[in-house]
C-alpha cells in the first residue's frame, strides 16, 4: 500500500535556514477559525485534562473514541496519533514547514503523482473543508478472500512553520456523516512546535507522557512474550 505514508521527500530546491531569514518574516499560514490551532492561538496552557498531551500534538479526548500511538519499532520513535470510533480511523502526523506555507499543496500533488502510477490505483482531487483533499483507493485482497480495496482520505492544513498531514480510514474516507466526530477531534487538535530551527517536512516526534510510555512497554514486553512462547511451541 503506498499513500506515502513515512516518506520524507526532500525537496532539491536549497531553502534558507529559518535562523537566517529576516524576522520581520511573517509565518504564512492558512485561516483556521475552526481549528486545528498553534499554541499560540490558544489561552489554555493546561492540557493535563481532556487532551492526550504528545508534546508536539495535542489531541483531545472524546468519548467513545479509542486513540492509539503509531510507532516506528527500529527507532522507537512515534510519528503519529490515531483515533478510532466505530469503524472509522483519524491518523494525525505534524511536521516542520516553511514560513511560506504551501506544503500541503507539493506534498499532495508528490503523493498523487505516486500513487496514480500503482497497478490499479484510483486516485481522485476533491474539495473539502480544508481545501482539496486527495482520496486513494487500492486495490487490496478482504480477509475472507474476496476482491477489494483500501481507501484512504488524506488532507494538509498549513500553520505558523507546522503542517498538518490528516489521514481518514474506514466510513470516514467515503461518508462525511460517519467523520463528524473525527473532524472535531481534528479542529481541536493544537499543534506546539517549538522555536528550534527545523528543515521543512521534518516530521514533528511526539513525546507520549509517562504512563502511557509505561503502557506500550508492557504491551512491548507482553509482544516479546507471546512471540517466545510461539516459538517454543514449532
Known sequence: MLFGRNRHVQAETVVLPEHLREDEEAPVADSRPDGPFDISEVETRDFSKGYMDLGAIKVPL????????EQEQAKQKVFAVSAVHEKSTLQIQAFAAPRSGGQWDEIRQEMFD??????????TLEDGEFGQELLIRIPAKLPDGRKGERVARFLGIDGPRWMIR???????A???SDAALLYDILKNTVIERGDRPLPARQMLELTPPENVLAAMREAAARRRQQAKQADAKQ
Do not use: D, I
Open 166 to 172: 490528516a489521514m481518514f480510514m474506514g466510513k470516514a
Open 174 to 176: 467515503l461518508n462525511k
Open 62 to 69: 472524546r468519548k467513545n473514541v479509542s486513540y492509539r500511538l
Open 114 to 123: 505516486q500513487n496514480k502510477t500503482a497497478k490499479g490505483a484510483k486516485v
